[in-house]
């Protein structure tokens, strides 16, 4: 049979490693579609419900793995549809290629239906962006494509019209009038690892061994990198903040680490913040400023194997542009040890007692359950290598502050975007990248009705996957920012009553549980992870539960209150919700 582009495509995906696409099939990609068919028992094509989906679920492939996600769409609106996740892939630097169709060249500029100029769409969240208009250009453009996709930690984006996809591969339909040549190429990259230049990494040491109380913020660029982190930051006697991408960098029980950064983070790494006058940034650009030292106050000294990310929140005394994990090797022997632990000793205090109010807070005696409870449970019943997705919203900050990074834990969301509804399909992309591993998404009510279809897809691919749904039956995020805002929460609670998603699973031929008092919450969770296909628990927890910052500052309060005195619905249950909190952190 003679080889089409679509065919041509197929083949070269395999030949770069690429086993799984994600997408929806449509007449705009059909000769793709033939080309993936003709390859089947090689590369599989993931059906989804909704294209964005698919892409998020090749970005949550590429984070999991690190290797290349791929996603494919049709013309026109399932173009458009993948976008979201696309975004995501590019705002928090990891590898996708985008594959989407085209309207046949011969009615292009027509007007004629479904013509989307997807190049245009995408012209902002590729870095490679083309669309193919010659069989010539295969595969060559296509091996430029995923380069820049792997090189730059980010997405390229082929678009083929379709009467091109079932054009023969070798044909050439025009005569070469100029001295070029269509690209030959072939499936091959070399990503070695950066290391540190030795000017960089003495100014680096020269800056850290002079500092008095050093920290540490860590962030998903230094994933990899555990032993190094806890080995530098043991030499420094340097507290260890970690950013919330950048979770499982190092264990949550470690003495070391003081937890997570910002709104979501802990009390006493914002404080060793404002204290610190010396700051080593390993893998991160984290982009909230408000949180990080201000201007003047700590010496900083950045590691990050993207140079254009260095400085981009401070002034940067020692810029290292180097692979976080040889960068740190290479560095810990120019540091002095350090016997002044004052500072590290503490900290460790603080985050004792921190911890001790956040356990407080997981209390199986409240009604309606708490969400900090629900995750408490999940932690509890978890295995040691289970990997945590989560959606953006309240349950980011139940998931940064109570699923504990212990053994070989992993966490995922979407960073940068902070976008909603990631949750599910991270999860079924990373168990088909992971067979053997427990998956579980911790994901809102919102997020999951999102996309909630992508459930049955789980169950149509038999990606044993465990949904676990936090279901305040509202967008919990929203309402707390619109009061911090200092104005009355509007437009972001549904009606009563909640959802019962539990009966959505078990009409998918899954397991489902609805659970609605804290006394039966820990023996659903269990029946749901023993289960051996997929499983989802849907707990309604208190929708009164603020998502509070670690340390409440003066304008916080005062927006708090001024939203309480312009007239915020519920506010007698949320002023009990945080007086039974402020109770449970002071009992002993």
């Known amino acids: 049979m003679q080889e089409i582009v679509g065919e041509c495509l197929a083949r070269r995906l395999l030949e770069w490693g690429v086993d799984t696409i994600f997408g929806l099939p449509g007449d705009g990609i059909n000769g793709l579609m033939e080309g993936f068919r003709r390859h089947q028992e090689r590369l599989r094509f993931v059906l989804v419900h909704h294209e964005e989906a698919a892409a998020f679920m090749a970005t949550g492939y590429a984070k999991a793995t690190g290797r290349l996600g791929v996603c494919a769409a049709t013309s026109g609106p399932g173009a458009i549809h993948l976008l979201n996740g696309l975004y995501d892939a590019k705002l928090d630097h990891v590898p996708v290629l985008a594959i989407t169709g085209m309207q046949e060249t011969s009615v292009l500029g027509s007007h004629y239906q479904q013509e989307v100029h997807t190049t245009h769409l995408y012209q902002d969240v590729a870095a490679y962006n083309l669309m193919v208009t010659n069989p010539q250009q295969m595969p060559g453009v296509l091996d430029i494509a995923i380069r820049n996709a792997l090189t730059k930690r980010t997405v390229a984006h082929l678009t083929f019209p379709n009467d091109l996809q079932v054009a023969a591969a070798t044909q050439d339909p025009y005569r070469h009038v100029s001295p070029g040549e269509p690209p030959a190429s072939s499936p091959v990259l070399s990503l070695p690892p950066v290391p540190a230049a030795q000017a960089d990494l003495e100014r680096a040491a020269e800056v850290l061994n002079a500092g008095t109380k050093v920290a540490m913020l860590v962030g998903v660029g230094a994933r990899g990198a555990r032993a190094e982190v806890l080995a530098v930051a043991e030499a420094l006697g340097s507290p260890i903040v970690k950013t919330l991408p950048g979770k499982m960098v190092v264990p949550d029980d470690h003495p070391l680490t003081t937890g997570g950064l910002g709104l ?325």
């Open 264 to 588: 979501l983070g802990t009390r006493p790494s914002e404080e060793l913040m404002e204290e610190c006058d010396t700051l080593l940034m390993v893998g991160t650009s984290f982009p909230y400023a408000k949180y990080l030292p201000s201007p003047g106050q700590a010496r900083v000294v950045q590691i990050d194997v993207d140079p254009s990310l260095i400085g981009m929140r401070l002034p940067v005394d020692a810029a290292v542009t180097a692979d976080a994990r040889l960068a740190l090797q290479q560095l810990l022997p120019l540091l002095q040890n350090r016997t002044d632990r004052s500072f590290l000793a503490r900290y460790q205090r603080e985050r004792d007692t921190w911890l001790a109010d956040m356990a407080r807070l997981r209390d199986p005696g409240r009604h309606p359950v708490a969400p900090q409870y629900l995750m408490g449970c999940v932690d509890e019943a978890a295995a040691d290598d289970a990997i945590l997705t989560c959606d953006s919203g309240t349950i980011a900050t139940w998931s940064a502050r109570h699923w504990t990074i212990r053994g070989e834990r992993e966490y995922y969301l979407s960073g940068n975007l902070a976008t909603m509804a990631p949750g599910l399909p991270y999860a079924i992309a990373i168990q088909h990248a992971h067979p053997g591993r427990q998956v579980i998404a911790f994901v809102g009510d919102g997020g999951f009705a999102m996309l909630m279809a992508e459930f049955l897809t789980a169950v149509r691919h038999e990606l044993p996957i465990k949904v676990i749904i936090n279901n305040n039956n509202s967008y919990g995020q929203i309402l707390w920012e619109q009061i911090i805002l200092g104005y009355p929460e509007y437009a972001v609670r549904h009606r009563q009553p909640e959802a019962d998603f539990g009966a959505w699973a078990r009409a998918c031929g899954a397991f489902g549980a609805k659970v609605t008092d804290a006394k039966s919450l820990p023996d659903a969770i269990r029946q749901a992870l023993a289960h051996p296909g997929p499983a989802l628990v849907d707990c309604d927890v208190n929708p009164n539960e603020p998502p509070m910052p670690g340390k409440v500052h003066y304008e916080q309060a005062k927006h708090f209150t001024e939203a309480f005195l312009r007239g915020q619905p519920k506010r007698m249950a949320t002023l009990a919700t945080v007086a039974r909190d402020k109770i449970n952190e002071m009992r002993p």
